[in-house]
């Protein structure tokens, strides 16, 4: 069956293509083979321990980084190809929008953050940019893994004004307001729809939240109720498993008819039109978007301030810190090839491009590297 893309989908043809030319793919398409680049990549690999809310050494089950970023492309897919947009640009954007994101969730971001505020700062989804452009070593004629505009402006969902002007072409959309394809508006709802749901499972899973608690969550009660009523008998793990896959579907189809609608009200012709739209064009209802934001303040409240949480988050903070602080410094303490990059940064660029060189390898670690790292370095009785 051949695929048929709508007029205001992204295209190989009209692709704004890659910072360093390249021979179009012999058997793929251009978005297929940014995706084959991500998978293939270290920081892709990484994904698989780094937390998403619970260390990678809290349990098996949980989601990491990995399997969060794939039921992403999961979702992504499936809305891009009911609303005839690009599938392969939709995975590629899926994969790689975590790939910044520092070993322990937030609380590692918001770390490396605070101990960069005089060096520019650390944004993840400036680091997923950054991961991909210039981070990536794998090929000989340009840093990075040269990716198409279209991915790398669906990678950075947001941008201080001050970022934007260094980002050049894919900053431009945060200067003038213009807007991104819509396989990147998706996505970014279809990461929301999958972290919302797999913390319900997780946070359940773990025993830090509870059925009873969720009851007075709109989203979660509705599909509860029908489960039980159906399937009283249910044990409560399936009966979990019932209601999270409900609550995915419930909000995959509002995203999808309520896009749809938009669409067919705005007529876009084309990417470029989707771009001037001067709006978001991939949008839920609103009440749909009502019921997300009370899920989410309800999992902000219950489960990522739950003190087991908290402890963690702590605990977190304080290897980032610590390992950004031995590391300023005595770069001494880098590994070699990280040592030269400093000392080369910091000629280039001052204390800054130091400061840069080091947030860059914290933020490569995974969880358990950087617990190790900490040990070795900063514990006497270690092997270093
Ligand atoms: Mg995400």
């Known amino acids: 069956?051949?695929?048929?893309?709508?007029?205001?989908?992204?295209?190989?043809?009209?692709?704004?293509?890659?910072?360093?030319?390249?021979?179009?793919?012999?058997?793929?398409?251009?978005?297929?083979?940014?995706?084959?680049?991500?998978?293939?990549?270290?920081?892709?690999?990484?994904?698989?321990?780094?937390?998403?809310?619970?260390?990678?050494?809290?349990?098996?089950?949980?989601?990491?980084?990995?399997?969060?970023?794939?039921?992403?492309?999961?979702?992504?897919?499936?809305?891009?190809?009911?609303?005839?947009?690009?599938?392969?640009?939709?995975?590629?954007?899926?994969?790689?929008?975590?790939?910044?994101?520092?070993?322990?969730?937030?609380?590692?971001?918001?770390?490396?953050?605070?101990?960069?505020?005089?060096?520019?700062?650390?944004?993840?989804?400036?680091q997923s940019l950054r991961v991909v452009d210039e981070l990536e070593e794998r090929y000989a004629e340009f840093q990075g893994i040269n990716l198409t505009f279209e991915s790398r402006e669906g990678i950075i969902k947001h941008c201080s004004i001050p970022n934007a002007h260094n980002l050049g072409e894919v900053g431009q959309r945060f200067i003038n307001g213009t807007h991104p394809s819509l396989e990147a508006q998706l996505t970014n709802l279809a990461d929301a729809i999958a972290y919302n749901s797999h913390d319900v499972d997780d946070g359940l899973r773990s025993g830090l939240i509870t059925l009873q608690q969720l009851e007075e969550v709109t989203l979660f009660a509705e599909p509860y109720n029908e489960v039980i009523r159906l399937y009283p008998e249910l044990n409560e793990r399936r009966t979990t498993y019932e209601v999270v896959r409900r609550i995915i579907n419930m909000q995959v189809s509002d995203l999808i008819e309520t896009t749809k609608q938009i669409l067919k009200q705005k007529q876009p012709d084309s990417i470029n039109a989707v771009r001037q739209a001067g709006e978001s064009l991939v949008l839920f209802s609103n009440n749909m978007h009502k019921n997300n934001l009370e899920l989410k303040r309800f999992l902000h409240k219950n489960l990522y301030r739950h003190y087991r949480v908290h402890r963690m988050s702590s605990k977190?903070?304080?290897?980032?810190?610590?390992?950004?602080?031995?590391?300023?410094?005595?770069?001494?303490?880098?590994?070699?090839?990280?040592?030269?990059?400093?000392?080369?940064?910091?000629?280039?660029?001052?204390?800054?491009?130091?400061?840069?060189?080091?947030?860059?390898?914290?933020?490569?670690?995974?969880?358990?590297?950087?617990?190790?790292?900490?040990?070795?370095?900063?514990?006497?009785?270690?092997?270093?």
């Not at 989908?9 to 910072?19: C, E, H, K």
């Not at 390249?22 to 084959?36: G, I, V």
């Not at 977190?316 to 590994?335: N, Q, V």
């Not at 990059?341 to 001052?350: M, P, Q, R, S, V």
Request: net charge negative; charged share 30%; proline share 4%.
């Open 1 to 126: 069956m051949t695929k048929v893309l709508a007029d205001y989908a992204a295209s190989d043809a009209t692709s704004l293509g890659r910072q360093f030319p390249e021979k179009a793919p012999e058997h793929r398409t251009e978005f297929q083979r940014d995706r084959d680049r991500i998978i293939h990549s270290a920081a892709f690999r990484r994904l698989e321990y780094k937390t998403q809310v619970f260390v990678n050494h809290e349990g098996d089950l949980y989601r990491t980084r990995l399997t969060h970023s794939v039921e992403v492309a999961q979702i992504a897919r499936t809305i891009a190809r009911a609303l005839s947009l690009n599938e392969d640009l939709t995975e590629a954007i899926a994969l790689a929008h975590d790939l910044g994101h520092t070993p322990f969730g937030h609380a590692g971001q918001d770390a490396l953050n605070e101990k960069m505020r005089e060096y520019g700062g650390f944004e993840h989804n400036l």
């Open 316 to 384: 977190a903070i304080t290897i980032i810190h610590e390992l950004f602080d031995t590391f300023m410094s005595d770069t001494r303490l880098l590994p070699p090839d990280t040592a030269q990059k400093a000392k080369l940064l910091d000629t280039e660029l001052g204390i800054s491009g130091k400061a840069r060189a080091i947030a860059d390898y914290i933020a490569g670690m995974t969880d358990r590297y950087a617990i190790r790292e900490y040990q070795r370095l900063l514990d006497p009785l270690e092997p270093t």
